[in-house]
């Protein structure tokens, strides 16, 4: 079957970094999306990887290893607005998305 | 309207009645997608629309149907709820299959 892991929840400090590692197991990759979701509110696009490597926007980092089935997402200079759900999700050969449960991250200042 | 909208916010039903759930685009996207979300799970696709005229089932169709008679409307309808149904719909468009997923408030449903 599909299979998209990530850790429940993560505790970190204002001003640091967090790594949100995601790991897969699909039928086929079109890419992984990284979403963010406020308590509460929609899902919000994040970033996308389709080739091996880091795509770098601003404060947030996003990698993808294909031949490992692992991305991460790298959050910097953190701030307590950045306390929400980050949800991974891998496009599938049949170009649907494939969603994990979420990571909630916990800012603590 | 800019983007994506749903209606109604939340709604509590009755367990065998009828309900339709609204979504509305206005950034002309061919695909529309509406997903449900439980506490502890993904994102579950009930059911999908890749342009005008065509729908599709999802992971967890049953229950729920759709139709996409035009480019910006989509409503999920469930023809006699059941409380394992209570959930938070979300509905989501792209502007095509293979392309970024943009998402609605969503609507939070209650069915007792």
């Known amino acids: 079957g599909q299979n998209i892991d990530q850790p429940t929840e993560m505790t970190a400090t204002e001003g640091a970094i967090v790594q949100i590692n995601c790991t897969y197991q699909t039928s086929g990759f079109n890419g992984l999306f990284w979403y963010q979701q406020h308590a509460g509110e929609a899902p919000t696009f994040l970033s996308y990887?389709?080739l091996d490597g880091l795509e770098e926007k601003g404060r947030f980092s996003s990698f993808l290893s294909r031949s490992k089935g692992y991305s991460y997402l790298l959050l910097k200079e953190l701030q307590m607005k950045d306390s929400a759900s980050y949800l991974c999700?891998?496009?599938?050969?049949?170009?649907?998305?494939?969603w994990g449960a979420g990571t909630k991250l916990i800012i603590k200042p | 309207i800019a983007g994506i909208t749903q209606a109604p916010t939340s709604q509590i039903l009755a367990a065998g009645r009828r309900m339709t759930l609204r979504c509305t685009q206005d950034?002309?996207?061919?695909?529309m997608y509406w997903y449900r979300q439980d506490l502890g799970l993904g994102l579950r696709l009930i059911h999908y629309?890749?342009?005008?005229?065509?729908?599709g089932k999802g992971e967890v169709p049953d229950g729920y149907s759709v139709s996409r008679a035009n480019t910006d409307d989509f409503p999920l309808t469930l023809a006699s709820a059941v409380p394992s149904q209570t959930s938070v719909y979300f509905c989501?468009?792209?502007?095509?299959?293979?392309?970024?997923?943009?998402f609605g408030p969503g609507t939070r449903l209650l069915v007792l």
């Open positions: 989501a468009s792209s502007v095509r299959d293979q392309e970024t997923q943009y």
């Open positions: 629309s890749n342009t005008a005229g065509t729908t």
């Open positions: 990887n389709v």
């Open positions: 950034m002309r996207h061919n695909a």
């Open positions: 999700a891998v496009m599938d050969s049949n170009y649907q998305l494939i």
